[in-house]
Structures are given as C-alpha cells and as structure tokens.
C-alpha cells in the first residue's frame, strides 16, 4: 500500500465514511491511478479532464456511473492532497438525465411475489416492499429487529449510516414468522448467506429478482429498489402525507421523497382536463370526398 493510498484511507476513516464509500472511493483513484500509470499526486486538471473524456466518449458510462469517479477525485484532492483548487471547474460533475421510475401496481407486485421460487428470498423482498427497506437494509435484519410489541422494524445503518424504525404490517409479520419457522435460521442475521457468519448477499437477491421476473412476464421492469419505489408511490396513493413517507424511507431530503410527487397517479390525474370542460362534444371531422378521376 502506498503512502499516499494509505493517508487517503486514514481520511476516510477519521470521518467515518461507510465501509462501502471507502472501498468504492480507493477503486475509482486506482484506477485513475493505473490510467495513467502515475501517482495521483502527480497528475493535475488537464489529466483529470483527459481521463473524464476517456470515460465519457470511450467507457460511454452513464454520468450517474462518472459521479463516483468525480467524488472519489474531490475527496483525494481537497481533503488527502489539501489543494485549494475550484472543484466545481477543475472536476465538473456531469448532468444526470432526470428519469421517472417505472411503477408496478399492487396487482403486479403481489404477482411478482408469487413467483419467487425461494422462501427466503420471497420473504426478503416482500420485506423491501412492505417496509421500504433498500435491498442492503433488508439482507441485513437481525431477528431482534422484529419489535412485536410496537408493530415496527430497527433498521441498522441505513444509507448515510442512520438508524430508523418502519412500520411492520401484519401480514409482513406473517411472512416473516412462517419463514423463520420453516427454516429456523442461524447466527446472528435474518437472512444468513452461504459465508458463515454473514448475511445473504445483495447479489444472491438480485439473481433472485431476476428469475422471478421471467417468470412473471411482467412488461415493466423490476429489482428491489423498485420495490421500494412501489412502496413509496402506493402510500402516496392511499394518502399518506411526503413528511411520513421521508421518515419511512431515510431521506435525508424532503425534496428527494417529493419527486414521487410526479408518478403518483392520484397526484398527476388530480386536476380535470380542460377537454372534458368543452360545452359541447367534439364535433365529428367530415371525411374529404373521393376523388374523381373522370
């Protein structure tokens, strides 16, 4: 490990970034690194602006894929190398389209649900739906997370390392409890994965994810955070305000919840059409006369 790889890590450390922003970080730096076959010390804007045209027009990544690679560089050089520089110039962030996620009705997601093979697995991401969990949070329940008294789950060091209760419907209890029954689970995870000592993989799930899905033949797509977006959107729906819908999910912002402001459908078909409001019906276009050719 190099002097420099190992201060940028030490950094990390001292402000206590997650396990997975360290590794992610010192892989984009590497591999910046490797690019050039120099020290990251030694390079300077016009290298960092080659290797984001390198990424863009050659990788073709997508610009949410360049916003790892452009935080993992901000952090090395304001805070490892300490250089006083304007980021926003020398290390510009690219613009992200801004998309709608495809939403799955409650028809759809009780029948994709239905066509997940594994116990396990049926009961991991009925748990993303049911509680909003992110597909991380939801491999790595413990079993005391199940508060049976209050009717909620503890979800450990979420996103941004933030503990947070959701709800714990009835029938999620259900699920669960006929799981843990069936297969009577050991160690310290919910859901324990083929390591010893660890939880299910993230990955595991979305393989998972991915057959079901065959198997349904749904049109629309679907992963387990669109689970969680169908979540989020149905409770939406039925009523329930965006300030609750924020606690449930973890977000930091109100404003990244109200962006499901623009898919719900009571919200979007709330207001009446200014055609259904017309005085009278549409008048019938008349059809152009046959052409005479004698």
């Not at 190099?2 to 590794?23: K, P």
Request: hydrophobic share 40%; proline share 7%.
């Amino acid at each position: 490990m190099t002097s420099l790889r190992l201060r940028m890590t030490e950094d990390m450390q001292v402000r206590n970034l997650s396990r997975h922003t360290q590794d992610s970080y010192l892989l984009q730096v590497s591999q910046f690194a490797r690019h050039f076959a120099k020290s990251p010390a030694l390079l300077g804007p016009e290298d960092i602006r080659a290797y984001q045209v390198y990424l863009t027009n050659e990788k073709k990544l997508a610009p949410r894929s360049v916003h790892v690679t452009v935080a993992a560089l901000r952090f090395l050089y304001r805070v490892t190398l300490g250089l006083d520089w304007d980021f926003d110039q020398i290390i510009p962030c690219p613009k992200a389209p801004k998309t709608l996620a495809v939403i799955l009705s409650p028809e759809e997601v009780l029948h994709f649900l239905g066509c997940i093979e594994s116990f396990k697995h049926q009961a991991i991401l009925t748990t993303c739906y049911a509680a909003g969990l992110r597909i991380s949070e939801a491999t790595r329940l413990k079993p005391e997370a199940i508060d049976r008294q209050r009717m909620v789950l503890r979800v450990e060091q979420g996103k941004g390392q933030k503990d947070r209760y959701v709800m714990l419907s009835a029938k999620l209890l259900e699920v669960l409890t006929g799981y843990w029954r069936a297969v009577r689970p050991t160690g310290a995870w919910m859901f324990p994965g083929a390591v010893a000592g660890e939880p299910i993989s993230t990955s595991a799930v979305d393989a998972t994810c991915r057959k079901a899905h065959r198997r349904s033949e749904l049109t629309k797509p679907v992963t387990p955070h669109s689970l969680r977006h169908a979540f989020a959107v149905h409770l939406l729906e039925a009523g329930t305000d965006l300030r609750t819908i924020q606690l449930l999910l973890g977000h930091r912002s109100l404003s990244t919840t109200a962006q499901y402001l623009r898919i719900a459908t009571n919200k979007v078909c709330a207001a009446t059409s200014p055609l259904e409001l017309l005085p009278r019906p549409i008048p019938k276009a008349s059809s152009p006369p046959a052409p005479q050719h004698f």
